[in-house]
């Protein structure tokens, strides 16, 4: 089976202007979870989606949002971006048949850099 | 909400030296998973466990769920082990599928 996989890898953007990025899950898997990692705050959970319904948020502004559509592939948007927005953007893929204790795979991530 | 510590923040070692990298979690856990992040910032899955003990070739996971810690061994290392290891795990109450990550151990491996 293929991996998770996330586009674009790199993107580089301007204050101000917004950015989507795109998460494909194995095949099969129905949760969709984002992470944001920096060097100053580490890894932080954003939020998860199932069934194309966000089940889960960090405590993240409302800037960032996120949708998954009804072949699970997820979405997740900036808007109005900040300098501290510039991350690595993972994201994680499980079966969800018992959501607590599936295994999460990660994809390669998308490293967003902000100017 | 739940707590991950790792410990030690940095390791050097030279090849062929064995290691143990520890967790501490602040409460009961469904969900515990090792890994390893490479250079190009791949999160690799090394292990799921939430209890007892694993092994996959030099590597191996304990975790003991009742006093709240996991370790993790690596054995006869090698330079491609060199990266970060992250310990990431799920708290009892919550809902939905969230995994809170410790800091991480900086391993370097050198000839």
């Known amino acids: 089976k293929a991996g998770v996989t996330q586009t674009p890898r790199y993107l580089i953007k301007t204050r101000g202007q917004q950015v989507t990025l795109s998460c494909s899950p194995i095949?099969?898997?129905?949760?969709v979870s984002w992470y944001q990692q920096t060097p100053g705050q580490g890894l932080q959970f954003l939020f998860e989606y199932f069934s194309e319904t966000q089940r889960n948020k960090g405590n993240f502004p409302g800037r960032f949002s996120g949708r998954q559509f009804s072949n699970s592939r997820s979405e997740m948007n900036v808007s109005t971006l900040e300098l501290g927005d510039s991350a690595l953007y993972l994201c994680?893929?499980?079966?969800?048949?018992?959501?607590?204790?599936?295994?999460?795979?990660f994809g390669p991530g998308t490293r967003l850099t902000v100017l | 909400g739940i707590q991950v510590e790792q410990s030690p923040p940095d390791l050097i070692l030279q090849e062929g030296a064995n290691s143990t990298l520890r967790c501490n979690f602040s409460d009961s856990v469904n969900n515990l998973q090792w890994f390893h992040q490479n250079p190009w910032g791949q999160l690799i899955n090394l292990f799921y466990i939430p209890s007892g003990t694993k092994q996959n070739g030099r590597l191996s996971a304990t975790t003991v769920a009742t006093e709240r810690y996991s370790l993790l061994y690596i054995s006869s290392s090698q330079t491609t082990d060199s990266g970060v290891y992250f310990c990431?795990?799920?708290?009892?109450?919550?809902?939905?599928?969230?995994?809170?990550f410790g800091t991480g151990t900086q391993l370097k491996v050198e000839l």
């Open positions: 994680a893929s499980s079966l969800a048949v018992d959501s607590s204790t599936d295994t999460q795979y």
């Open positions: 990431a795990a799920r708290g009892l109450t919550g809902g939905g599928n969230k995994l809170t």
């Open positions: 095949s099969g898997h129905r949760s």
